[in-house]
């Protein structure tokens, strides 16, 4: 069978993938968005499911109790190093963590220091001759500099670092902005995987040396070419069953985030070919003759369950007060924040899911019976925007509220709610307008948002979200039942 790139249309920004037991796991960055580091599992590397979580509930400091989009933690390794898997990441303020677990499928330990610093990022590790060191980059943002690539050594015991950070490749030359290193040996050579070049429209590096600490030599291996795969890279090399080698990288879609795509992988002269002599392959040979079809992502939920889907994150870390669960539908409680005065950019009590299809359709039921005065609820898309179709209680009132960024248009407003309304927001892949629905005793109000694509959204890309908010603080807070989401493909 063939398969098709992306294999996976949806934001696992970042990817790092590893062989466990017959099958492979997959991490990714997840930034402010909590739970965190998302483990997915593939038997043939075309085909994934969301299975688990590194983080659960939180990031360690006071900050991330409120979004911090763009921040938190950025471009993860996962490696196995004797009988513990191990996921190391960067956190840009804060400096390079790690966590590690018997299981991957099961809990993984909270989050470890392994250096303390501003700019160092994307961290992987490499075990050699009882010593263990971490390759990582540096964000310029945090400290001044990037384009190069550093090295210190950590103590095998207790994954702390014990030297001073070294330069170990300057890229600024050749490979500006390299970042996001993936350390491997193969034959006696030590081989450094790394995208350069920028986001959006970048290339994937290889850096050779019979060292671990250089002189390398250095060769292009994937770009875009002629193709409309724009900057292919940052990922992983892994090996399959049959001893073919594979490379998984992203590719930056804009409001769609990063997505992932599968490439062939040989090898000529101990440097590695990717795809089609370094040219992105739209489509390939599936790594497993056993693969009969190519799975899509299904996000949809009834939200009746014990436990909330892990297709929803948190825009900030997790609070239990922010929502219970019922056979009935899930109840979002209302979250004053200080000066948030609606705007969803402030509230960390947003709950979100990825985008999964091109063009969709996005639905949700809601009962507002119990939503309070200065309080609105919604469906929204958020990220570095806020676009969403919404019910406020205002002066006694439930108004219609269409939400574009600061600006807020009344639709329609009803004296009381007391029948179920079904909320909708379509994208259309080519379209720079949002169609945002609402529909309450089979009458149906609709209105468009015109917006631009580029401005909206950082490298996660859009998610689509849940939420009910309180302009001002009160005694007791109301609540909404939120029940049947579903995603679309249009």
């Known amino acids: 069978m063939k398969y098709k790139n992306p294999i996976i249309f ?70 196995k190093h004797n009988s513990l898997f191990y996921i190391f990441f960067g956190m840009p303020d804060e400096g390079i963590f790690e966590v590690h677990t018997s299981d991957p499928l099961k809990k993984w330990s909270t989050p470890h220091l392994v250096k303390k610093g501003k700019g160092l990022i994307d961290p992987c590790p490499f075990w050699e001759d009882n010593k263990a060191y971490v390759v990582h980059a540096y964000a310029k943002s945090r400290i001044g500099f990037k384009s190069v690539l550093g090295i210190f050594e950590i103590d095998p015991k207790t994954n702390e670092s014990i030297s001073t950070d070294s330069l170990l490749y300057n890229g600024i030359t050749e490979n500006p902005t390299i970042e996001g290193p ?63 080698y594979w490379f998984i990288h992203f590719q930056d879609k804009g409001i769609y985030g990063r997505i992932t795509h599968l490439q062939p992988l040989k090898w000529k002269e101990d440097w590695p070919v990717i795809a089609n002599n370094g040219k992105p392959l739209y489509q390939s040979e599936a790594p497993y003759p056993s693969t009969k079809s190519q799975m899509k992502l299904n996000q949809n939920d009834m939200l009746n369950s014990k436990d909330l889907s892990l297709y929803w994150q948190w825009s900030a870390n997790k609070n239990t007060k922010f929502y219970s669960t019922t056979p009935n539908g899930l109840y979002l409680n209302s979250h004053y924040e200080e000066n948030g ?24 039921t809601c009962d507002y019976s119990l939503l309070k005065e200065n309080e609105e609820a919604g469906l929204a898309f958020i990220d570095r925007t806020n676009i969403a179709i919404a019910i406020r209680n205002e002066n006694n009132r439930f108004k219609v509220c269409l939400r574009n960024e600061e600006k807020t248009k009344i639709l329609d407003e009803y004296k009381k709610m007391d029948s179920l309304v079904q909320l909708s927001l379509i994208l259309k892949e080519n379209s720079n307008k949002i169609k945002c ?40 807070y109301g609540k909404v039942r939120f029940s049947n989401f579903k995603i679309l493909e249009r």
């Open 182 to 244: 993936k350390v491997y040996k193969k034959n006696n050579y030590y081989y450094i995987f790394a995208p350069a070049g920028g986001v959006k429209y970048g290339w994937q590096t290889v850096l050779r040396s019979k060292s671990l600490f250089g002189p390398f030599e250095t060769k292009k291996v994937l770009e875009q070419k002629n193709t409309t795969v724009n900057g292919p890279h940052q990922g992983a090399m892994i090996k399959d069953k049959s001893n073919n």
């Open 341 to 364: 005065n609606y705007n969803l950019k402030l509230y960390p009590n947003l709950l979100s899911q990825k985008l999964i299809y091109r063009s969709f359709k996005i639905e949700v």
């Open 10 to 79: 949806s934001d696992y920004s970042d990817p790092d993938v590893l062989e466990y037991g017959d099958k492979f796991i997959m991490t990714a960055s997840s930034f402010n968005y909590i739970p965190g580091l998302p483990i997915l599992l593939s038997e043939d590397l075309v085909n994934w499911k969301l299975v688990n979580y590194a983080i659960e509930n939180r990031l360690d400091f006071p900050k991330y109790n409120k979004p911090m989009y763009s921040n938190g933690v950025w471009a993860p390794s996962i490696r």
């Open 437 to 476: 629905g609402l529909k309450i005793n089979n009458k149906s109000t609709k209105q468009d948002i015109t917006f631009l694509k580029e401005s909206i959204v950082s490298w996660s890309g859009l998610k689509v979200a849940i939420y009910s908010i309180s302009k001002n603080r009160k005694k007791e």
